[in-house]
């Protein structure tokens, strides 16, 4: 496989951009007019690098807020409203692109050079905080009312390309996140977010990512608690699959594997069509049966 080749004017122009976000420099209309269109691999290149930078020097602040009072901005710019309902579905789409992108992009990072794992907590803190600001503009509308764990982990269980399958387990930044995002699920789910706990429980390639380092926690652990807690509360899909959902299932998974190879990100040029009967099905639909998949 060849490397990937940045657009060099387009990165630059968003790390600029993302390093005066990190350091609360930035301009609001400027921020807002370039993330209305965040698909390209550039933006979560960007980001990640700024968010390696600025956790190995120091803490990162706070995001939630500002980054989704921006992209509400960008709506609004774009749109001229921030009514989920009334957003075009490639913003919403673009924003899980960017998230799921930019996890595969940290987990790469630091897999391939490691870092200390309290630049590792920085960067994924980040991350969690940008992915709460996101949850009003992304393509389930239940996120809103949910966890910034929810809306990335929805983000990555709806990637074109499952990530997560392809981490090292023992990795230490798999370690790292994945402890991270334990933490956050058990604290949603003693505040009443229960949905949090559901969704990970019942997704594949959660459970799929979770068991290939069940071993690699000590009981006492927030890991090792929170699949013990899964097994206790979310009902086993194996006698639960059957009729429409099962077929939902099915119909997602056959769209996933006919696209795997491929990246977050959509490319900048558009791809050869393939043949296939599943790439030529309608994106709404596609769309509707995630949703019921994920809410079932």
Known sequence: ????????????????????????????????????????????????????RQGATGPIRPLAADYGHLVARAA???????????IPSWFLQNNETFLASCLHKLLTAFNQKPAAP?????????????????????????????????????????SRYDFLARQESRATASLCFAEMLAERILQADENGAAQTLAFYGRSKRWQAFASERADCFA????????????????????????????LAS????????????????????PATPLRSAIRKRSTPFVRLVRRLVSEA
């Open 1 to 52: 496989m060849f490397p990937f080749r940045y657009n060099g004017a387009r990165l630059k122009l968003y790390e600029e951009l993302f390093d005066q976000l990190l350091a609360n420099e930035h301009s609001e209309a400027v921020a807002a007019n370039l993330l209305v269109d965040t698909r390209w691999a550039e933006v979560s290149r960007a980001f990640v690098n700024c968010l390696c």
């Open 76 to 86: 609004e710019l774009a749109f001229g409203t921030r009514t989920h309902a009334q």
């Open 118 to 158: 309290l630049q590792m907590h920085r960067a994924f803190a980040a991350l969690f905080d940008v992915a709460d600001g996101l949850r009003p503009f992304l393509g389930l509308r239940c996120l809103a009312s949910s966890t910034g764990a929810h809306a990335l982990m929805c983000a990555a269980a709806h």
């Open 219 to 246: 009981k006492e652990e927030a890991f090792a608690q929170l699949q013990r807690r899964v097994r206790e509360q979310v009902p086993q899909r194996r006698g639960r699959e059957h009729g429409l959902l099962f």
């Open 250 to 269: 099915a119909f997602l998974d056959a769209d996933a594997a006919a696209a795997s190879g491929a990246f977050p990100e959509r490319p900048s040029a």
